[in-house]
Each structure stands twice: as C-alpha cells, then as structure tokens.
C-alpha cells in the first residue's frame, strides 16, 4: 500500500504523536501553558503524576500504530476509520478555533480563553471577539489537515490504481 500520499500521511502522523506528547510532557514555557495544567514531567518530578494522565496521553500515539500496522498490511478500511477518526478531531478543533476566531467567539468561548489561553503564544492578530488559536493548536491543525487529506487523496489514489489493474 506504499504511495507518496500515504508516505506523507504516515509521516505526520507520527509528527502529529511526537508534537502531542512533547506539549503534554514538556514544559515549554508560553508555547504549552495554561493555567492549572502542569506538564506531565513536571508532575512527575513533583511527584503528582496520575496513571490515568499517562495512558490518556499515550492514548493519543494509538491511531499512529494503527494506521502503521494497517498500511504495511494493505488494511485500507482500517485506513478509512482512522482518517475518520482524524476527520472528526479536525472538524472539532475548526470549530472550537477558527470559528471563533472569523466569527467571533461567544460570551462562553472568550471566558475560558481569557482564563486558559490567553498567556500562550499568539501570532495572529487579535480584534474584539476575534479569538486567535494559540500556536500551539496552529501546529496541531496544521498536522492534522495535512494527514486527513494526505490520506483520503493516498487511499483514493489506491483505489483508482487497482480499478486499472482489474
């Protein structure tokens, strides 16, 4: 099931794992912070680390393995559930952001961003109601636009090859 799409997809998402458990255990200073959530070393070395907390994170490296285990043995439905499953956390974090940020944000949405994500790192422009998504969530749209569509144009483009070969 080797095709330059897939390539790119499995590329980012193993990015897209690296990227999330680094903000979850690393601190790194504005980038990742929001007020009442310590990285996860640091509750390690202070001694306060959950178990629930890892396997919640290590949760999130599951559709990388996933998606490989399936690619190399040419599963493409399995394929298919994960860009859904991709789909639909791209779709909520559109939503939840950028919505917001074109439309303006809601009474509800502008609380928690002035109590969560207003000291993170910002390089978008700010205006009245307009919200900007803190870079940290840019980088993980960005990753996950990239693997949505890097899988659904390398799964298409499997499926149009075998139609020419039958």
Known sequence: MDNKWLRVSFISQGTLAAY???????????WN???????LLTQALGGTLGVKDVLLVALFTFPFFVFWI????????IVWIGVIGYLSWLSMELNTWWIAYI?????AWMSVYQRVFSQSTNFLPSSGRHLPPDALHVVLHILLFTIVFSTIFGL???????????
């Open 103 to 107: 439309f303006g944000a809601s009474d």
């Open 20 to 30: 999330f458990q680094a903000v979850q255990w690393i601190p790194l200073g504005k």
């Open 33 to 39: 912070y929001q007020p009442g959530l310590e990285p």
């Open 156 to 166: 298409l483009k499997r499926h149009s090859v075998e139609r020419q070969i039958t």
């Open 70 to 77: 399936a690619w190399r043995n040419g599963w493409t439905w």
